[in-house]
């Protein structure tokens, strides 16, 4: 805001001074909410990458598995037995609120299947493909659990970036020039009392001269 | 001394010499420590030439490998039902019976996930009563119930009848599979249990192996995935343990008791052998493997005692059944750049 453009009005300093006041307290308020969501964010980056880990860890043992299935039943009995597969696991997808920062909560479906339940026929198969079919029933899970927290990761991220930028725009911008336009108007409306009171005194001299 | 045909002592000395030729141990282990560009050249240069050539339009690379050792298997088992005669014809089409179910399952369930006809041809194996034609009929058929309609004339009809809507609901084949195979091991004992035939008595002895063998690889299996249902339905009746002995059997919690309880019920030496140093073992995939060692020894003793019956046969259909399996996993676990280790673990030589 140039200065030019300020009007040096009683008013006008009123209104400046209940901005400078409202712009104090929302930079409090947004630093303490920064502070606050980077916590929430180292909080969450330790079990992401306790999450992360854990999903890489699964889906090297699945790719071995599926190549141990292939091994042992072969292509055709790997994909026989994948046909038997119908269901596909289905999420709910709820939000929950972390300082005003919406984030998903995934509440999925039961992955993990028992023997009897996988859709296979117990007496036309064999173990190496319950193990591969239960490491890829883990590794969805993990997926689903990753997906949460990673969400929630890049939410806050974001949400930190865009209060830092705020904080630093009333830091160095905001309060800075409304500052400066507080003290203008205060020197020129200063100054005018000055000239009025040096008129006054002229006026005075000249009729009782 | 008892007289035996001179049809049986010719298909008997047959199947010895085809077992013969078979791969032997040594050359397995040899296969090991090749590359996949050598195994495949191995394989191409040996009896599954014809399959290759035949397939290598369609497929490529190790696809090819895969379905040309199935298709030889497939070949191989048709032409020995032909050859067969009488009693022998009737068990081994019985035997073979259980690659219909796979087939016809697969088909099902493939139609049901709406998988494309020509994704489901590639990966059945006719070896059994159906041939590749009446296969194809099923495929080009729109739904599942006029596949079932097609398969009236067929033994596996009334269970497919009765399961498939069920199963067409829940979307779960599970039950008709583990039905279809129960009604295969009932029907085969009942073919060999009626006197009509001659030899069912040596075609029992090894059916009721199998199913023993079988419900022990399941007890194993569910102990290892801690099934809390009821799992009676899953046990195939008719070996030498009823299936509520299994069903107790899974009871017990402690895996060495287990053991000892299974062992004292096993029939034969090496398994009770076996079963000893299972304890204490973890993996399942290990468990597997060797029982299925130890079934094949019990076999190769049978026929050497019954040479001119129906085990000649069966020893050579499961030894070139597992001749392929070695094969496909020597070359699948190349692929998968497994270690030779590991890849020696899984063949069952």
Partial sequence: MALRDIKPTRSELINLKRKIQLSERGYKILKMKRDGLIMEFFKILGNAKDARGELLRRYERSVEMMALANTVEGAIGVKSAAFSVKEVPTITLKSKNIMGVVVPQIDSSKVKKSLVDRGYGVLGTSPVIDDTASSFEELVESIIESAEIETTMKRLLDEIEKTKRRVNALEFKVIPELTEARDFIKMRLDEMEREELFRMKRIKARSTS | ?349
């Fill in chain 2, 1 to 349: 001394m008892v007289s035996v045909s001179a049809p049986y002592i010719y298909v008997c000395t047959r199947m010895r010499v085809r077992k013969a030729k078979l791969l032997p141990r040594e050359e397995y282990m040899r296969m090991l420590n090749m590359s996949i560009p050598e195994i495949t050249r191995f394989i191409e240069e040996s009896q599954y030439k014809q399959e290759i050539d035949e397939l290598g339009t369609a497929f490529n690379g190790i696809n090819l490998i895969e379905v040309a050792l199935s298709w030889n298997l497939a070949k191989e088992y048709q032409k020995i039902q032909e050859i067969a005669p009488g009693a022998l014809k009737k068990f081994t089409q019985a035997y073979l019976r259980r690659w219909d179910i796979q087939n016809v399952l697969t088909i099902l369930r493939g139609k049901a996930q709406g998988v494309k006809s020509g994704k489901i041809k590639e990966i059945l194996i006719p070896a059994g009563s159906l041939d590749i034609k009446e296969l194809d009929r099923f495929l080009a058929e729109e739904s599942n119930d006029r596949i079932i309609d097609l398969l009236k004339m067929h033994r596996m009809y009334p269970v497919l009848a009765q399961g498939y809507p069920s199963a067409k609901e829940t979307g779960s084949f599970s039950q008709l599979e583990n039905d279809l195979y129960k009604q295969f091991y009932e029907e085969i004992i009942r073919d060999a249990r009626s006197g009509s035939i001659k030899g069912g008595a040596s075609f029992l002895a090894y059916i009721q192996l199998e199913i023993d063998i079988r419900n022990a690889k399941t007890l194993f299996r569910l102990r290892a995935d801690s099934t809390e249902e009821d799992v009676r339905d899953l046990f195939v009746p008719g070996g030498t343990l009823t299936v509520n002995d299994f069903a107790s059997l899974n009871a017990i919690k402690d895996q060495n008791e287990f053991i000892d309880q299974l062992k004292a019920n096993a029939r034969t030496e090496a398994l009770r052998a076996l079963l000893e140093e299972l304890k204490g073992q973890k993996s399942i995939r290990d468990i597997e493997v060797r029982l299925t060692r130890v079934q094949l020894e019990q076999m190769e003793r049978m026929s050497k005692r019954n040479p001119f019956s129906i085990h000649p046969v069966l020893v050579y259909l499961e030894k070139k059944k597992y001749e392929v399996f070695n094969l496909r996993a020597l070359a699948r676990g190349k692929e998968s750049k497994l270690p030779s280790e590991k890849i020696a673990e899984y063949l069952v030589i």
